[in-house]
């Protein structure tokens, strides 16, 4: 069988690296090439069926790259996907003028990149009758035939969710039918006395469990008739988890913590490593990543914990108070952390009991004996960033 061969351009090794990993994951034989003279070459060597690139390399712009590439009639009709850090509309309109096909903008999860790389082969291969299509899965398949990565609808959607815990002769009824929508890119925060449905609540949205009855869509996919194996892979994909209770392994490094999820999906070592790295790097722990757990602080294990939950790129965070078993100072160093993350495009749910720290999500909800009972924008929030925005101005 035919694989498409992708060559992935990017002059940060990591981010490259990553990449072609998502690709390899998604079925297709990735390569990469870190400056603009390596790429030349590698696309009149190796000739590849599409190009993913980011446009700032070392040696030259890399939208002169493209217009070199499509000067050599070998090339002209090469697939190019833009990918740009910059997530700028001049960088994208420059390069889809310059003759790229498409624009990814970062930060970018994998299921968005593939959906994308998916669709230009499939539209190359239309205009190109005799090639081969590219391998897709099924959903991406889905995502393609709207043309773009489903980022339009609700990421959380749940209609009419009950859980009932069956203790003996006794029925525990932990939530009471519960209706949800979360955006794409929203920060949510649960609150609600202890035994309110809250764990059980993040429980369900995280997939670890099935809900009583009622509905619940992740990206528009209904979870409630999955098989347990497409449930662990949807969650594997969508989801990371970060308990009050850090969960890490005792006597292990943190790298190895990190690595451990791409390890149990199947990657090998070293780019399992590399993109442990990375996720170490974004939560500021690169230069701990050889100290054990029992070598580090509170706020540190947290950490590893969250890059551990961040490690496959998911969309979603999920947080069951992340800061309970954590000083004031240290807490707050974590909920920076997650604030930073949701600045970038993740889109982040977390339990917590402390108004103060509710008050970082823009958005509260509150719930009692299973029942949400309130659901506010968080207007300190609001306030704080108006002033914030005031002082910047100024
Ligand atoms: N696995 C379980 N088996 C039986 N009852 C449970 C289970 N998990 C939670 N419950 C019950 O469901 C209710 C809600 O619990 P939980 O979601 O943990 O609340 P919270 O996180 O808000 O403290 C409580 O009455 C709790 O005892
Ligand atoms: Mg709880």
New binding site residues.
Partial sequence: MDRHKILVVDHDKDTAHYICRCLEMAGYDALQAHDGETALQAIRSEKPDLVVLEPLLPDQDGLELIRTVRADPCFVRLPIIILSARASEADKRLGLDTGADDYVAKPFNSHELTARVGAVLRRYCRKNAGTTPPILTEEEDGIMDQGQPNEKGPLVQIEDLT?V???GAVQ????RGVSLVVKHGEYLAIM????????????MIGLL?RPTSGSYRIRGEETSRLSKRRLADLRKREIGFVFQQFNLLPRVSARRQVELPLFYAGAPRGQGQAMATRALTLVGLADRADHRPDEMSGGEQQRVAIARALVNQPSLLLA?EPTGALDSQTGTEVLDLIDQLHAQGLTVIM?THDPIVAQRAARVIV?KD?KITSDKQNGKRLVRLVMEANHENN
């Fill in positions: 859980k815990y069956q203790m525990v009824h932990a939530l609600g006395a202890s035994g309110s449905g809250k764990s059980t609540l993040m429980n469990d069951d339990v719930l299973g």
